[in-house]
Nanobody, 125 residues
Framework: QVQLVESGGGLVQAGGSLRLSCAPS????????MGWFRQAPGKERDFVAG????????IYADSVKGRFTISRDNAKNTVYLRMNSLKAEDTAVYYC??????????????????WGQGTQVTVSS
């Protein structure tokens, strides 16, 4: 069974940093565009950042632009989300996802085919 596994979440003070990692088990996702989404309690699952299969292109939600960086290492079959200058409103469960639609980086959750179980990020103010 294909699965994406996130790690690196935790509790951090406002202004701090975390790096999330996402690695698949069962297959490689080097030919897939990858994305990070997040879901706060009582809210929709929102797009955070996406990266093309080659790593050459990235896009970000306006709320995280300039603070978060998505990257990937296809040799290690791992995608990262570096989060700096964290704010209380960044508190959410963060999900990694893979999309077979590679012409453009997608921002809708429905365009992603595989998902991880999520990792909790809590930012204390």
């Amino acid at each position: 069974q294909v699965q994406l596994v996130e790690s690196g979440g935790g509790l951090v003070q406002a202004g701090g940093s975390l790096r999330l990692s996402c690695a698949p088990s069962g297959r490689t996702f080097s030919g897939y565009n990858m994305g990070w989404f997040r879901q706060a309690p009582g809210k929709e699952r929102d797009f955070v950042a996406g990266i093309s299969w080659s790593g050459d292109s990235t896009i970000y939600a306006d709320s995280v632009k300039g603070r978060f960086t998505i990257s990937r290492d296809n040799a290690k079959n791992t995608v990262y989300l570096r989060m700096n200058s964290l704010k209380a409103e960044d508190t959410a469960v963060y999900y990694c996802a893979a999309s077979r639609l590679v012409r453009t980086i997608r921002t809708r959750r429905y365009d992603y085919d595989y998902w991880g179980q999520g990792t909790q990020v809590t930012v204390s103010s």
